[in-house]
């Protein structure tokens, strides 16, 4: 019989949990991934997509596929409170994958959606700071 995509995005995610508490950071995105691709609709599948933005940022070096994967997080209603974390974690990968104009227009975005959130300071700080009026920043 079949294994359903409920029974194999459960595995999965317990495989990645397996991974990433005994440091297979690598093992642990390639398993969340798969739960992306396997069950894309799954209750799991935002939290998997936080998570491997979270690992790619954080453990992996690959901040632009992160800021792809905070996105698709944010964009799936199932994420509930953690949408703003995504959205703010999405601001500082794309800065870190060099991509500043994307990521000031991802922080005003993430201000205007979450105005009294708790990134909604720390976001406006960066784009004040790193805001110019000509080519030659201040």
């Known amino acids: 019989a079949a294994v359903s995509a409920a029974t194999q995005s459960?595995?999965?995610?317990?495989?990645a949990d397996t991974a990433r508490s005994t440091g297979h950071h690598s093992a642990a995105a390639?398993?969340?991934?798969?739960?992306?691709?396997?069950a894309p609709a799954d209750v799991n599948a935002a939290t998997a997509?936080?998570?491997?933005?979270?690992?790619?940022?954080?453990?992996?070096?690959?901040?632009a596929?992160?800021?792809a994967?905070?996105?698709?997080?944010?964009?799936n209603p199932?994420?509930?409170?953690?949408?703003?974390?995504?959205?703010a974690r999405r601001v500082e990968a794309l800065r870190a994958a060099g991509r500043q104009e994307e990521a000031r227009g991802a922080a005003r975005q993430t201000i205007e959606r979450f105005p009294r959130g708790a990134n909604a300071a720390q976001l406006q700080?960066?784009?004040?700071?790193t805001s110019h009026d000509g080519p030659w920043p201040r």
Not at 49 to 63: I, Y
Not at 69 to 75: E, G, Q, V, Y
């Open 10 to 15: 459960d595995e999965l995610l317990a495989l």
């Open 30 to 38: 390639e398993a969340l991934k798969q739960l992306l691709v396997v």
């Open 49 to 63: 997509a936080f998570t491997l933005g979270r690992l790619e940022l954080e453990q992996l070096g690959r901040p």
């Open 65 to 67: 596929d992160a800021a």
């Open 69 to 75: 994967h905070f996105a698709l997080a944010a964009a």
């Open 78 to 87: 199932s994420l509930g409170p953690l949408t703003e974390d995504a959205l």
């Open 125 to 129: 700080r960066w784009l004040e700071e």
